[in-house]
């Protein structure tokens, strides 16, 4: 059963690899302009792969308010800030002008890993004669580390930092469940609104896959090693794929219920029609199959009273490696059948828990213009991935709804429908 209150999207911020804000965001995707380049945030040198989806031009300071609160955030949390605030003002939200009790943020977020200057001291000093002493540690880590170091390495801390900027004292809450993570927290955020204990909600995701701790505890072994040709390394649902790309990056959407955006009239750029979410518990050990994109895609398209030749086009998950790819293009053509697909990946990379948030900004853009944007680097259909894939110019004169999924190798799948304004 739906509710009465009509969730609408009323501000729309994002930090990515292939643009800072809106504007240069959809450039970037109407254009097929690769935000994959060297890394350099680090001495990558070291490392088998060191390119990625790096944003090049970030400063937190141009954001983050008060100062002193970059010392407690990682980059994660501080491109979730950014994101946040460029979303407010897309939204015309002035300060004050919501009531705070009924001000919310929902927020996905990855695992925070620690940044190693932060404990290189810690660890020099627990060092005696080669060996690591754990007797040294207790007191080396009470005297080298910061005592509000782990606030910047728990999940919460996005939400959290970003409730206290806008004085949101409504509910707040954030989903850490990898790739599935933002439209988790996106279909979160529009129920607490359908729930009537809020009138505006932020939500998305923020992630950084190239930090180097990650990079390391990852390891290679699902990575694209295409270094003589970057830019074309990450080709979603193409025949010669060889493996995702890591990115970095961050996107909040304003929610409202549709009465308070009449009230404050405030521009509306879509509408959240319906969300789903389902998992196959067997995926760690047998492999994900599908069948939970699936039933998520079905869920939510039964939840909208839509048909499958209603859906504009798919913004797939699309992360380019053999497996994932398959068996996602297999659940989209078995319940869309050739419904247009793009994947947005392929000119960013995976950006983890904020992929899902980012791509549903581009898919929010383009139902915007009457255009659906284009999959880079797909040259050559893979039979074993049988979708329709928007190569080239972004696709017109589909109808104005799109389906944005996400899924995780662990077996959950999530599914938003959305709709133009």
Known sequence: MRAASEVVITGLGVVSPIGIGCAPFWESLATGSSGIRPIDLFDSSSLWVRFGGQIPDFDPKLYVRPRKSLKVMSREIQLGFAAADLAIADA?????????????????????YADLEDLEGTYRRS????????????????????????????????ASHIAIAHDARGPNNSIVLGD??????????ASVIER???????????????????????????????ADDFHRACRPFDLDRDGLVNGEGAAVVVLESRAHAERRGAT?????????????????????TGASLRQAIRAALSQANLEPDMIGHVNAHGVGTIDMDKAEATAIAAELGATPVTAPKSLFGHL??????????ASILGLGRGLV?????????????PVNVVTGEPLAGRPGTALAVNLCSTGQAAAIAIAEA
């Not at 002008?97 to 925070?112: C, T, Y």
């Not at 599935?180 to 955020?189: D, F, H, R």
């Not at 809020?198 to 923020?206: F, K, N, Q, W």
């Not at 284009?374 to 893979?382: G, K, Q, R, S, V």
């Open 373 to 385: 944007p284009a999959t880079l680097n797909y040259e050559t259909p893979d039979p074993a991935c």
């Open 127 to 158: 060092a005696k004669d080669g060996r690591f002493d754990f007797a040294l540690w207790s007191e080396a880590i009470q005297e080298e580390l910061h005592p509000l170091w782990l606030l910047k390495h728990l999940p919460n801390m996005t």
């Open 268 to 288: 509306v750029h879509g509408r959240l029609l319906s969300w789903a979410s389902r998992c196959e518990p067997k995926a760690r050990r047998e492999g994900v």
């Open 180 to 189: 599935v993570s933002s439209l988790l927290a996106l279909a979160e955020a």
């Open 196 to 226: 009537g204990w809020a009138d505006v909600m932020l939500s998305g995701g923020t992630g950084c896959r190239l930090h180097p701790t990650a990079l390391v505890a990852r390891g290679d072994a699902l990575l694209s090693h295409r």
């Open 352 to 361: 983890g828990a904020g992929g899902g948030a980012v791509e549903l900004v």
């Open 92 to 112: 015309g939200i002035a300060a004050g002008a919501v009531e705070p009790e009924r001000f919310g943020v929902v927020f996905g977020n990855d695992m925070i």
